[in-house]
Structure formats: structure tokens, C-alpha cells
């Protein structure tokens, strides 16, 4: 089974309010990914994280890493239509062949 | 080079038949990997190559399932015998080192009937 847990499965959010959605391991990762998935569309990657409390930011979207490498987070600011998908998390695990394995997406809908 | 291509998009097939999928990564990933993905899931991992060599393969992965890489380059992922709950999509991915991103394919969406 997956070893990363994503929360929340929905989120439904009106145009401009802000959207979190959250990743969770129960052991340390590596490094950890962020891809988006439109509907009907392929994982497209957004970003990675490598260091421990590590956060980068793309426009409005912030991405963190936890301190113990054990969790992340997106966080996206005033949400637009266009930011409409599936976002998930995918874990690189330490002491394997790094192999990308995903959790369960959140998938966010806005509407205007 | 426009991206991970793979053929056929579609595949509808019916119960007990073999199908046989092909992944054209992009040209110098030597990572290739096969996910498969369910309404509501992520994708989730079949197998991986660098290479020509298969390096893992998911335990929960059926003997019917069986995937090549031949030269290195293009992938094929053959499902045996199809059942009804091998109906997903079937993505590929690419990527040119380890710990880098993957580039996904368009994925074939396989419809056991």
C-alpha cells in the first residue's frame, strides 16, 4: 500500500480564498515531490524538497518540508479557476531506489 | 523530443485477452517506470528500469503482468489473461537520474469488458 497519507481527499474552495493540503509518513523521506493533475490530464511535477524545514515558493503556491522530513505541505493563495486538480504528494524514500510513490491526491475544486 | 509518449491511448478489451502496452520515454531518461492509476488514487507503482534492467517490481503486481525494455529505450508492459479489476489507467513515466522529477506520459486507459 502507499506510505504517504494526504489530507483532505476533497477540498471545495470559492475563487480567492486560500487551499492547504497536507502530506504525512510514518517514516523519514528523502526528499519529497509535489505533482498536479488536471482533470482528464497526466501528473505534471511542480516542485521538490530536499531539506529538512525546507520551503520554496511558485507565485502563489508555498511548499514546506518538515523539520523531521516526515510531512509536507502546499499551500496556495487565492485560488483561481485555473488551479482547479488533483494534487499529490510523492515520496522518494532513503535506502531505496528512490522510486517516486504517491499518496492519494487532494483533489481541489474552485468555484468562482 | 516533445515528452513520454505512449501508445494506444485507449484500449478496450475483453475479459481474458492479452493487451500489450508501449512507452517511448523521453531519449537519454535512462529511468523508465510504470504506475497504474484508479478514479480517486494516485498512481500507484508497478516496476521500474534503468536501463534495460528491471530493477523492482511491485509485490502486489500479478504474474500476469510482465514489463520489457529491451534496448533501453522503449517500454512494454503486457497484462495476460485481463480481468475486469485490471481496468485503469496505465501510466509511464520518465526521468534522466535518481531523485529528479518524472515526466508522465498521456497514459493508456485499458477497459477490461
Known amino acids: 500500500g502507499q506510505q504517504v497519507m494526504q489530507i483532505p481527499q476533497y477540498q471545495h474552495v470559492q475563487e480567492g480564498e486560500d487551499f492547504t493540503t497536507y502530506c504525512n509518513s510514518s517514516t523519514t523521506l528523502s526528499n519529497i515531490q509535489w505533482y498536479k493533475q488536471r482533470p482528464g490530464g497526466h501528473p505534471v511535477f511542480l516542485i521538490q524538497l530536499v531539506k529538512s524545514g525546507e520551503v520554496k515558493k511558485q507565485k502563489r503556491l508555498t511548499f514546506q518540508f518538515g523539520e523531521a522530513k516526515k510531512n509536507s505541505s502546499l499551500h496556495i493563495t487565492a485560488t483561481q479557476t485555473t488551479d482547479v486538480g488533483t494534487y499529490f504528494c510523492?515520496?522518494?524514500?532513503?535506502?531505496?531506489?528512490?522510486?517516486?510513490?504517491f499518496g492519494r491526491g487532494t483533489s481541489l475544486i474552485v468555484h468562482p | 523530443d516533445t515528452g513520454v509518449s505512449q501508445d494506444p491511448r485507449h484500449k478496450i478489451t475483453k475479459r481474458g485477452q492479452n493487451v500489450t502496452f508501449r512507452c517511448d520515454p523521453i531519449s537519454e531518461h535512462n529511468r523508465l517506470y510504470w504506475y497504474r492509476q484508479t478514479l480517486g488514487q494516485g498512481p500507484e507503482f508497478l516496476t521500474y528500469?534503468?536501463?534495460?534492467?528491471?530493477?523492482?517490481k511491485s509485490r502486489l503486481l500479478s504474474d500476469r503482468f510482465s514489463a520489457e525494455r529491451p534496448k533501453g529505450s522503449f517500454s512494454t508492459l503486457e497484462i495476460q489473461r485481463t480481468e475486469q479489476g485490471d481496468s485503469a489507467m496505465y501510466l509511464c513515466?520518465?526521468?534522466?537520474?535518481?531523485?529528479?522529477?518524472?515526466?508522465f506520459g498521456q497514459g493508456t486507459r485499458l477497459t477490461v469488458v
Open positions: 513515466a520518465s526521468s534522466p537520474a535518481r531523485i529528479t522529477e518524472a515526466f
Open positions: 528500469f534503468q536501463n534495460e534492467a528491471q530493477l523492482e
Open positions: 510523492a515520496a522518494l524514500l532513503s535506502g531505496g531506489s528512490y522510486i517516486p510513490t
